[in-house]
């Protein structure tokens, strides 16, 4: 639902008329909200609809600053002064506080390396993640595995039943049918009876 529409349906329900404020930005965008106040809803007005003001910083027209940390919702309104740096001036500070936390975080590296507990800590670290890669690993083989069964088992013909096979049939071998006996054959025979 856009935000006309919801503020209509508001209106229509409520029989109330709600008038919103307008302001300009620095660079000239308009932006409309109930009131310039912390936890007001805030919107960027467009020829033919409203958009929830993105999360950022803005300046407008009258030197106050506007923050926006979820869309659409206000979450400060002050003066810019010299105490409260303008968009600008915060990321360069941001930039610093980043490269002083870098050496920091250089500075702890070197002290930690010299520090026995670090390197224990650091040890122990590396060997859990050791240990978990290995885990890992072995339960992608199980996996693997696994698939390879199902796989096998699923190209596995079944056996069927044939009852009208035919089984081949013995062939019978006789030996020395048909042949003349020698006359040491026929002694042979004599003599064993």
């Given amino acids: 639902m856009k935000a006309n529409e919801m503020l209509n349906e508001i209106k229509t329900l409520l029989n109330i008329e709600v ?7 620095e660079n000239g965008t308009v932006v ?7 936890g007001k809803e805030i919107f960027i007005v467009t020829d033919d609809e409203k958009v929830a003001m993105p ?3 803005y300046i407008l027209e009258d030197g106050r600053l506007v923050v926006v940390e979820e869309e659409g919702l206000i979450a400060d ?14 990321k360069e500070e941001v930039e610093e506080t980043e490269d002083l936390g ?9 002290a930690d390396v010299a520090d026995w507990k670090g390197m224990e800590k650091r040890i122990q670290n590396l060997e859990d993640a050791i240990a978990d890669l290995k885990a890992d690993k072995v339960e ?5 595995k696994k698939e390879e069964v199902k796989e096998e088992l699923s190209a596995v013909k079944p056996i069927k039943h044939n009852p009208e096979a035919k089984t ?3 062939k019978q071998v006789q030996f020395a049918k048909g042949q003349f ?10 003599l064993n009876k």
Avoid at 32 to 38: D, G, M
Avoid at 77 to 90: G, I
Avoid at 102 to 110: I, L, R, V
């Fill in 102 to 110: 870098e050496e920091k975080k250089e500075m702890e590296e070197e």
């Fill in 168 to 170: 081949p049939q013995k």
């Fill in 19 to 25: 008038k919103l404020e307008e302001q300009k930005l």
């Fill in 55 to 57: 999360v950022g910083e």
């Fill in 77 to 90: 309104v002050r003066k810019v002064s010299d105490e409260v740096p303008a968009k600008e001036e915060a």
């Fill in 181 to 190: 006996n020698t006359t040491l054959d026929r002694v042979l025979s004599k």
């Fill in 32 to 38: 409309s909200a109930e009131a310039f106040e912390k």
């Fill in 140 to 144: 992608a083989e199980e996996e693997d």
